[in-house]
């Protein structure tokens, strides 16, 4: 936020844990994860284009998953959301470009915090995890703040409609 009570950046910090083949997800439930992530996105988008539209630009960053763009066994539903997401902000980015607000959004792999406790709680789920990722390792939390904070402040101002992938090589790289 400036001095003056404009809003010149925000990030949307929202993600949802749930890896369930989709014949043993009910509706509610898928549907909720959908609320939770890309609901929600639209909801921030919406609110936060008007304030920048008013302001002369801004930018947006969105928090994806590597499951947004790579098939992983369990995640219809995440990967539904995180999708769309994506989908949104290349859409918004085109929408809204030409009035000065970049939308963005990060992507990271499996990431030290309370939400991956399922997988990283467990000796033998965190091996399998960090087998699957060619850099071998879990990223810290810090490593997305960090891309999202350059994203909303440093960034080059020809930055839009990206996805950055924080996944260590797993969405695009196989070893």
């Not at 909720?32 to 909801?43: G, K, P, Y």
């Not at 859409?91 to 809204?96: C, F, L």
């Not at 000065?100 to 499996?110: E, F, H, K, M």
């Not at 879990?138 to 999202?148: C, L, Q, R, S």
Request: proline letters at 3%; one cysteine or more.
């Amino acid at each position: 936020m400036s001095g003056d009570g404009t809003i010149d950046g925000v990030a949307h910090l929202v993600g949802s844990f749930s890896v369930r083949p989709p014949h043993a997800m009910n509706r509610e439930a898928f549907e909720e994860v959908l609320s939770t992530n890309l609901t929600s996105a639209f909801v921030t988008l919406s609110i936060a284009c008007k304030q920048m539209l008013r302001a002369g630009g801004g930018r947006v960053v969105f928090t994806s998953s590597v499951a947004g763009s790579l098939g992983l066994m369990n995640h219809e539903a995440i990967s539904a959301a995180k999708g769309g997401l994506e989908s949104m902000v290349r859409s918004a980015a085109a929408t809204y470009s030409k009035r000065g607000i970049r939308v963005n959004a990060v992507a990271p792999g499996l990431t030290e915090t309370r939400l991956s406790t399922p997988i990283t709680s467990s000796e033998a789920s965190r091996d399998a995890a960090v087998g699957m990722i060619p850099l071998n390792r879990i990223n810290k939390a810090e490593e997305v703040a960090t891309t999202m904070h350059w994203l909303l402040t440093e960034a080059p101002d020809n930055i839009t409609g990206q996805v950055f992938h924080l996944d260590g090589g797993m969405s695009k790289v196989r070893s």
